[in-house]
C-alpha cells in the first residue's frame, strides 16, 4: 500500500509539474526566424546579423528586391527610410542571407 501511495504522489508531481512549467523561452535574438511572407525593399537598406544598426552588415536588400519575410520584433533604434525613432525590425532570407533590416523599409503585398 505504502509502495503505491509512493507511486500516485510521483505520478501527480510529475502531472502538477507539466501542468504549472514555466512557458518556452522565445528564440534568443541572434537566431533568425522567417516564415516565407514576401516583402519588397522601398529602399536599399543593410541585412544586419541582429537587430541592431551597430551589428555586422551581412549584406544589401537592394529596392526593389522580394524576398522571404518573417515578423517584426523590437530591437535596437534607427534612423532609416523616412522614420527617425523605429526599432522594430523584421527577419528576412534574401538569397541565401538570413538577418534583420529595419521593418519601415518593406513593403508587403
Not at 543593410?46 to 524576398?67: E, N, V
Not at 527617425?84 to 534574401?94: K, P, R, S
Request: aromatic share 8%; with cysteine; charged share 15%.
Amino acid at each position: 500500500m505504502r509502495k503505491l501511495l509512493a507511486g500516485a504522489a510521483t505520478a501527480m508531481a510529475a502531472v502538477a509539474g507539466l501542468a504549472f512549467a514555466a512557458p518556452a523561452q522565445a528564440a534568443p535574438s541572434d537566431t533568425v526566424s522567417v516564415q516565407d511572407i514576401n516583402c519588397h525593399a522601398k529602399e536599399s537598406v543593410r541585412i544586419r546579423q541582429s537587430k541592431s544598426t551597430s551589428s555586422t552588415a551581412l549584406g544589401l536588400f537592394p529596392k526593389g528586391a522580394g524576398a522571404d519575410c518573417g515578423g517584426a520584433s523590437e530591437g535596437g533604434t534607427y534612423t532609416a527610410c523616412g522614420h527617425t525613432d523605429g526599432y522594430f525590425w523584421i527577419a528576412i532570407n534574401y538569397q541565401g542571407v538570413k538577418g534583420y533590416i529595419a521593418l519601415y523599409c518593406i513593403t508587403r503585398p
